[in-house]
């Protein structure tokens, strides 16, 4: 028969074998960052329902051709809204270097992105700085590639047509 004691020692067990069940998942990495290969996937999510939706839905409307000045606005804003949801994954420590790389990398190139977008609204020659902003662009592809990533590596001059 249970007393009121042996209640309390039970309970008092139960509440020291959960806590200790929850520290070992803790530790063994069951907590909310996300692994390697969730962030993986997570950020070529992100890329692909930023960078690579936008980039194939203004081609479908003629994009550089028709308008570049709107085009490298709109591929500006795409990659600066990729920049802001790829910070906010929360990954694992090991993996932080990369996201903060790669938020860098594509704030660089929004901003890159959306001056060029000013000057051919304006009517100025873009290539210069094109040639610049896309060389920076580039140098950030290898090192994603290489971490696993696919759509977020897709160079910015072969975008989905």
């Known amino acids: 028969m249970l007393t009121r004691g042996n209640r309390s020692k039970r309970r008092l067990g139960l509440m020291v074998l959960t806590a200790a069940v929850a520290t070992t998942l803790t530790a063994c990495g069951f907590n909310?960052?996300?692994?390697?290969?969730?962030?993986i996937k997570s950020g070529d999510s992100i890329c692909?329902?930023?960078?690579?939706?936008?980039?194939?839905?203004?081609?479908?409307?003629?994009g550089v051709v028709v308008a570049p000045g709107p085009y490298l606005m709109r591929l500006g804003q795409a990659y600066g809204d990729a920049a802001r949801q790829v910070d906010a994954?929360?990954?694992?420590e090991e993996d932080a270097a990369m996201r903060d790389r790669m938020v860098r990398g594509f704030d660089s190139t929004a901003a890159g992105l959306k001056r060029m977008a000013g000057h051919a609204a304006s009517g100025g020659d873009i290539r210069a700085e094109a040639t610049q902003v896309f060389t920076q662009a580039g140098m950030l592809l290898?090192?994603?590639?290489?971490?696993?990533?696919?759509?977020?590596?897709?160079?910015?001059?072969?975008?989905?047509q």
Not at 32 to 39: A, K, N, P
Not at 89 to 92: S, T
Not at 142 to 160: H, T, V
């Open 32 to 39: 909310d960052s996300l692994t390697r290969r969730g962030f």
């Open 48 to 62: 692909g329902q930023t960078v690579l939706k936008t980039a194939v839905a203004l081609r479908a409307q003629g």
């Open 89 to 92: 994954l929360n990954v694992m």
């Open 142 to 160: 290898r090192p994603i590639r290489a971490y696993g990533f696919s759509e977020c590596s897709q160079p910015l001059n072969q975008l989905p």
